[in-house]
């Protein structure tokens, strides 16, 4: 087994946190490099806070090997790619065949298996309960309300329950968890925030735009196609740019619809050549 400074080095990484973030409010940076690169031992305090900004107890760190988390990590980086390219069926495959349930040992990485097992579950099967169960048990390992640091994938599964919500016709709770992914959207450090986040536009967007409230999808539609084009990614952005389209036809500018949805069908064509 690894020390305790090499196997939070190691989650730490994962979780793509940088040192300031990690002992912000904990310790100083320095202290924690000195903790990471085993040159100061950190007292009890200072062990537990660590862990909890991890999302880990202290007692599955005592527990992990750095090369399990490794690999578990190296599962978790094929399934994100599975579902940035909408490949929902490799995603399932990936899941089943890998056995990844069998080597979680932590929070976080539970709370990612639920997020992929769910939205299979939405995409493959349609069957929206056992969506919500499975998104709902993932945001549960981690989340509450007066968490200070929200992570990329809470705030994901945030939306995405609110997405589902709003498939069974549960209007409230579909806006709850829907507004609440913005919200704590722009609570996000920026060293944190990935590109899978321009979904929650999306699902946000397509909400308001089903609930007849055009003014605010569109604050949304923009809000999400300027993220994705920061973030120099076609994820999610040909759905944008449909919600786009059918905005500017609801308000008779015709040719503005008929160009974004052209930009739609060619972001469309440029996945596929990526895939």
């Known amino acids: ?3 305790f400074g090499s196997i939070i080095k190691e989650i730490r990484k994962t979780r793509k946190l940088t040192q300031k973030m990690l002992s912000e409010d904990i310790c100083s940076q320095s202290v924690l490099s000195r903790i ?3 040159e100061e031992l950190p007292n009890v305090v200072v ?3 660590i862990c909890k900004r991890l999302g880990v107890t202290m007692d599955q760190i005592m527990q992990s090997k750095s090369d399990e988390v490794r690999q578990v990590t190296t599962i978790f980086f094929k399934m994100a790619n599975f579902l940035r390219h909408k490949e929902y069926e490799k995603l399932y495959s990936c899941i089943v065949d890998t056995h990844i349930e069998d080597q979680i040992y932590l929070e976080t990485d539970w709370q990612r298996y639920y997020y992929y097992l769910g939205t299979c579950e939405y995409f493959l099967y349609g069957n929206y ?3 919500i169960l499975d998104l709902k048990k ?3 390992y981690t989340f509450q309300a007066d968490k200070m640091n929200i992570s990329d994938y809470e705030v994901q599964l945030m939306s995405c329950i609110g997405s589902t919500y709003s498939n069974i ?6 806006e709850k968890y829907l507004k609440s992914s913005i919200h704590y959207f722009n609570k996000l450090p920026n060293e944190r925030v990935n590109v899978e986040l321009t979904k929650i536009f999306y699902n946000y967007s397509k ?3 089903e609930q007849g409230r055009n003014e605010e999808a569109q604050i949304h539609v923009t809000q999400g196609i300027s993220w994705a084009q920061q973030k120099t990614s076609y994820y999610y ?5 449909s919600l786009q389209s059918e905005l500017f036809s609801l308000q008779g500018r015709h040719e503005e619809a008929t160009e974004f949805q052209k930009l739609s069908d060619q972001v469309d064509k440029i996945e596929q050549l990526v895939i």
């Not at 952005?237 to 740019?241: A, I, K, Q």
């Open 129 to 131: 309960d056992k969506a």
């Open 47 to 49: 062990m537990q806070q």
């Open 36 to 38: 990471e690169n085993n």
């Open 169 to 174: 016709g549960q209007i409230e709770e579909a």
């Open 207 to 209: 909400f308001l735009l």
């Open 237 to 241: 952005l040909s759905e944008l740019f």
């Open 1 to 3: 087994m690894g020390s």
């Open 138 to 140: 993932g945001l549960s």
